[in-house]
């Protein structure tokens, strides 16, 4: 975003207090209240990427003290949804549709060579770590952790590729689309993990099932990147 367009700290403060009226009346804790209230404001673009959040003057607008504010913004950043920047404090994150479909894009070159060269290599161990990966998943529930175990999923399988720099592109991949896994977590659900696509791939492998595996890898990446393209349009909508 050009900086001649980025919310000075009056918009942003105009923009919080609005969201804090039209809030719902009842929160279980003042971090969910300032949570879910920001969420909301950035997941519909009121919030725009940018914008400033500095916790006196959240704390002011929400009538809290800083410390369920602090924790909101803690909670925010494993979402993806703001960043924390030197000298600056938390930002609202600015990302893209161009960005998200490019790292997609990237990803379904690098991801199949990979697979499809780790496959014949893989071990007893590579499957129980990549199965151990799978439920661990199942049962997380912070964004943050979610990404994080599905970046070492995904490499799990590919590790056995064989191709040093080939493995370093695709996990650098991997991680730069740990802020849209985690978006896409948080705004729509846990359930769009696409666990049932991690389980084929694995169970794919296991029978050296190159073909296969490498179908519903593809499968994989172009349904998460029309879902977030999709979401990216319903938001400038």
């Known amino acids: 975003m050009d900086d001649a367009r980025r919310p000075g700290m009056a918009d942003g403060s105009e923009a919080v207090a609005a969201l804090v009226s039209d809030a719902p009346p009842r929160y279980r804790t003042a ?3 300032v949570e879910a209230t920001l969420r909301r404001g950035i997941l519909s673009g009121r919030l725009p990427g940018g914008t400033p959040l500095r916790q006196e003057e959240l704390a002011r607008l929400f009538n809290v003290s800083r410390m369920p504010v602090r924790e909101a913004l803690r909670q925010l950043e ?4 703001i960043d924390f920047v030197p000298h600056k404090g938390a930002v609202v994150t600015d990302i893209s549709a161009e960005d998200a479909a490019d790292n997609y894009a990237i990803r379904r070159a690098l991801e199949p060579v990979a697979f499809t060269l780790s496959i014949p290599h893989l071990d007893a161990q590579d499957f129980a770590r990549a199965e151990e990966l799978i439920v661990e998943l199942d049962s997380e529930q912070e964004p943050g952790r979610m990404g994080e175990l599905n970046r070492r999923f995904h490499m799990s399988l590919y590790a ?3 191709r040093p720099r080939l493995l ?3 996990e650098q991949q991997l991680a730069a ?10 705004a729509k659900g846990q359930e769009h993990m696409a666990q049932d696509d991690h389980r084929a791939m694995l169970a794919a492998a296991r029978e050296r099932n190159v073909e296969r595996a490498v179908a519903v890898l593809l499968g994989h990446l172009d349904t998460a990147a029309a879902t977030i393209d999709a979401f990216f349009r319903e938001w400038a909508g």
């Open 31 to 33: 971090t969910e209240f």
């Open 160 to 162: 056995r590729a064989g």
């Open 177 to 186: 689309a740990d802020r849209y896994v985690r978006f896409h977590l948080a």
């Open 168 to 170: 370093a592109l695709t």
């Open 78 to 81: 494993a979402q993806a949804l």
